[in-house]
């Protein structure tokens, strides 16, 4: 069963770099996609971007310029940053696996999820 | 304002059946597949449905999916209090390069 979890601070000062790791068990890293997904409370789900385990990446347009994604197979990981951030960045930070193949995308599995406040 | 369009909140009788939809364009729902997801109050969301109409593994088969055109809906019978959650949709948008969810739908069992 592949597990994932979230780590990082759960608060950051505005203009800093929000920082999260996402370490994935149960299961190899390599040859999926890999997405990170965000909540404000009492809103919807805000999809920031995917990154397939060569590196190649997709960001979500209205977050690109802030937005870098990693990965590292050797330690089954992958990272967000996401700099400059400010109050509305504060949410509920999720990472999951993205089965991506074709027309077809869909993330299997979720991480629970780590709070980030933005505040100084 | 979400790419994909969904009612804020649906509601129904224990034991009744709901559908919820879910409205884009071309250039995402009109050819590309759609996922469903479910989040519980205080939970991280779990995938339902996946290629329009596909369940995994442990979901029961009192929810369905389908698609027509540039829209999905995502049916569920036999209502049970315990189904009273946030209910999403998803797809990738070909024009944008991005993943996309809807607005979120609120179904309440009364």
């Known amino acids: 069963q592949v597990q994932l979890q979230e780590s990082g601070p759960g608060l950051v000062k505005p203009s800093e770099t929000l920082s999260l790791t996402c370490i994935v068990s149960?299961?190899?890293?390599?040859?999926?996609?890999w997405s990170w997904i965000r909540q404000p409370a009492g809103k919807g789900l805000e999809w920031i971007g995917r990154i397939y385990t060569s590196g190649n990446t997709n960001y979500n347009p209205s977050l690109k310029s802030r937005v870098t994604m990693s990965v590292d197979t050797s330690k089954n990981q992958f990272s967000l940053r996401l700099s400059s951030v400010t109050a509305a960045d504060t949410a509920v930070y999720y990472c999951a696996r993205a089965a991506c193949t074709g027309g077809s995308c869909y993330n299997d599995y979720w991480g629970q999820g780590t709070l980030v406040t933005v505040s100084s | 304002q979400s790419v994909l369009t969904q009612p804020p909140s649906v509601s129904a009788a224990p034991e009744q059946k709901v559908t919820i939809s879910c409205s884009g364009s071309?250039?995402?729902?009109?050819?590309?597949?759609v996922s469903w997801y479910q989040q519980l109050p205080g939970t991280a969301p779990k995938l339902l449905i996946y290629d329009n109409n596909k369940r995994p593994s442990g979901i029961p088969d009192r929810f369905s999916g389908s698609k027509s055109g540039t829209s999905a809906t995502l049916g569920i019978t036999g209502l049970q209090t315990g189904d009273e959650a946030d209910y999403y949709c998803g797809t990738w948008d070909s024009s944008l390069s991005t993943g996309v969810f809807g607005g979120g739908t609120k179904l309440t069992v009364l």
């Open positions: 071309s250039s995402n729902i009109g050819n590309n597949f």
């Open positions: 149960g299961g190899s890293i390599s040859s999926y996609y």
